[in-house]
């Protein structure tokens, strides 16, 4: 944008109403101060579109590997030194976060 420094829009504001998921709207269909013109000229380029939101979801583990889980962390394996109170905490914790993720 070319503007007074004044000037400079805090927002372009558009209204959605009516709008179908992947229309695209141009800088012509923003009302711009007097002051204000777009950097491009001479032609009329999109500034958005409209996305449907996006959402990651995590595979779901089956119920053999979750109860595999639970049986390793059950007993220790032999050869393996006894955990105090502190290492067995932190090991929780991390636990915890991974699962979270």
Same mark, same amino acid.
């Given at each position: 944008?070319?503007? +007074?420094?004044? $000037? !400079?829009? #805090?927002?372009?504001?558009?209204? @959605?109403?009516?709008?179908?998921?992947g229309?695209?709207? $141009? !800088?012509?269909?923003?009302?711009?101060?007097?002051?204000?013109? +777009? &950097?491009?000229?001479?032609?009329?380029?999109?500034? %958005?579109? @409209?996305?449907? +939101? &996006?959402v990651? *979801? #995590?595979?779901? $583990? +089956? %119920? #053999? /590997?979750?109860? %595999?889980?639970?049986?390793?962390?059950?007993?220790?394996?032999?050869?393996? $030194?006894? &955990? &105090?109170?502190?290492? %067995?905490?932190?090991?929780?914790?991390?636990? /915890? /976060?991974?699962? *979270?993720?």
């Amino acid at each position: 944008m070319i503007c +007074p420094s004044e $000037k !400079i829009p #805090e927002s372009l504001v558009i209204d @959605l109403d009516g709008v179908e998921i992947g229309e695209s709207f $141009k !800088i012509s269909s923003i009302n711009l101060e007097t002051d204000v013109v +777009p &950097t491009i000229r001479g032609r009329d380029f999109v500034i %958005a579109t @409209l996305a449907a +939101p &996006t959402v990651m *979801k #995590e595979p779901e $583990k +089956p %119920a #053999e /590997a979750e109860a %595999a889980e639970g049986a390793e962390g059950g007993e220790a394996a032999e050869g393996d $030194k006894p &955990t &105090t109170d502190g290492e %067995a905490k932190e090991g929780e914790d991390k636990k /915890a /976060a991974e699962e *979270k993720k």
